[in-house]
Structure formats: structure tokens, C-alpha cells
């Protein structure tokens, strides 16, 4: 039998979740006026959806680390 190892990060993302970063993403992006098609909400979106993965799975935790790394 193959053995394999499944991480977070391995792991779809669903449309529920999907909608959850979003509000995040807005969210962080209206307070730092930020545009939301821009670069910057892009990487943006990418560390959240990160942290997501990690585990962070409070809201207000992903918009606070989010905040701090702008």
C-alpha cells in the first residue's frame, strides 16, 4: 500500500472557506485602502490564504497577522 502524507496545505479549499478569506481580504483592504484587483491585495490574499492553511482558522487573527504585515 502507498503511504502518503497529507498536509493542511494539501488539502481544497471550499467555497465556504473561499468566502470566509474574502471577507478577511475586504476587510483589511478597506482599512489600509488598499485596491482590491491590485499587487498588493494579491500577496495580500496569498498570506491569508496561507495562514489559513497553517491553522488560523479565527478571523480576527487572520485580519490582525494580516494587518501586521503590511
Do not use: N, W
Not at 471577507?23 to 485596491?35: F, H, P, S, T
Not at 500577496?43 to 479565527?58: N, S, T, W
Amino acid at each position: 500500500m502507498l503511504e502518503t502524507s497529507i498536509y493542511p496545505q494539501d488539502l481544497p479549499l471550499f467555497s465556504d472557506d473561499l468566502d470566509r478569506l474574502e471577507k478577511v481580504l475586504d476587510a483589511v483592504c478597506k482599512d489600509r485602502g488598499i485596491d482590491h484587483r491590485g499587487p498588493e491585495a494579491e500577496r495580500l490574499g496569498a498570506l491569508i490564504i496561507q495562514l489559513y492553511r497553517q491553522g488560523v482558522k479565527d478571523d480576527a487573527k487572520l485580519i490582525a497577522l494580516a494587518r501586521a504585515y503590511l
